[in-house]
């Protein structure tokens, strides 16, 4: 049976500068403004002490809390966000052997089209006459790749670098917020006949900076669906109360794990709950510095 007081609690400020209100209480918060009070309501006009709670004001005026907690209970940890990573491979130094059976294999993972554990396996193959070049090889993989019957649409992209190298990209995929999560292709490569070197790497994509959708996702969950999963037809209350995450922009999120030790502090039962209270907040602004006062960390900057 699960304990009533170990919870997910996730806060995101508005887009603005004051999405986090460090010398406000309930009385003076705009709507989406975030805020800390301790256990009377008061704000905290700097660093937390004590006892605290963090609580967002809706649209409609209606208030959202985490439990009241102790600061020196707290575990805090945060990251800085960085660009999302594309799979790029890059297949090079091909061969310019007549006569021979040249292969290749993707196999491609994280495909909303496929099952979370299903991967999909496209097979390539171009076979040379007496006479060659690697060039001539190269564009016929480049041809087959991007031509294959709209197959490989939208999973990923090749693109000829010399006559003698070309690279593959695994592409970012469908996000429909509470359906598909946010993923970006990857895929295996085996080759056969190349007489070729294969590298992969991993380079800033163009489509996807930030993270802003993977803070919508959280805040789809914590808030919107209440842990509903990704799925068609499940019921939630996403329409009910405000989500102020913008997916095209960068956040610093800030995660506090709580004991809840005593029965002052909403534990159910006895013993120890837990409590996962997240902030994420606009890089970048006045909000995030005074956040990172408050919570004694640098991550949200």
Same mark, same amino acid.
């Given at each position: 049976?699960?304990?009533?007081? %170990?919870s ?31 256990? %009377?309501?008061?704000d ?17 005026? !209606?208030?959202?809390?985490? #439990? ?30 007549a %006569?021979?059976?040249?292969?290749l294999?993707?196999?491609?993972k ?8 299903? !991967?999909?396996?496209?097979f ?27 197959a ?7 693109t ?25 292709? !990857? ?11 294969? !590298? ?13 959708r ?14 509903? #999963? ?20 960068e ?12 029965? %002052? ?10 409590c996962?209270?997240?902030?994420a907040?606009?890089t970048?602004?006045?909000a995030?510095?005074?956040?990172n006062?408050?919570l ?6």
């Amino acid at each position: 049976m699960f304990k009533t007081d %170990n919870s997910l609690h996730v806060f995101v400020g508005r887009n603005h500068a004051g999405a986090y209100a460090k010398a406000t209480d309930a009385t003076g918060a705009a709507a989406g403004d975030v805020i800390i009070v301790d256990e %009377n309501g008061d704000d905290f006009g700097a660093e937390i002490v004590g006892d605290f709670r963090v609580g967002q004001k809706d649209a409609s005026g !209606s208030w959202r809390y985490s #439990p009241l907690c102790k600061f020196a209970n707290a575990t805090i940890t945060g990251a800085i966000p960085v660009l999302r990573e594309q799979q790029v491979t890059t297949i090079s130094a091909v061969s310019d052997v007549a %006569n021979t059976r040249y292969t290749l294999r993707l196999n491609f993972k994280n495909n909303v089209e496929l099952f979370s554990k299903q !991967s999909d396996l496209h097979f390539f193959e171009y076979v040379t006459g007496d006479t060659v070049t690697a060039g001539e090889v190269v564009d016929k993989f480049v041809a087959k790749i991007g031509n294959v019957d709209g197959a490989l649409t939208g999973k990923v992209s090749v693109t000829k670098s010399s006559n003698t190298a070309f690279y593959i990209t695994g592409l970012e995929q469908t996000w429909s917020l509470g359906l598909h999560t946010d993923t970006v292709v !990857s895929f295996d490569a085996t080759l056969d006949g190349f007489g070729a070197a294969l !590298s992969t790497l991993s380079t800033a994509p163009d489509p996807g900076k930030g993270n802003g959708r993977q803070v919508a996702e959280l805040e789809w969950f914590g808030v919107g669906a209440s842990g509903a #999963p990704y799925r068609h037809g499940v019921s939630n209350n996403s329409d009910l109360i405000t989500m102020y995450t913008d997916s095209t922009i960068e956040y610093g999120v800030v995660s506090l794990d709580v004991a809840l030790a005593n029965p %002052n502090h909403a534990v159910a039962a006895g013993g120890s709950g837990r409590c996962q209270i997240v902030i994420a907040l606009v890089t970048a602004s006045t909000a995030a510095s005074d956040a990172n006062t408050a919570l004694g960390v640098t991550w949200i900057d």
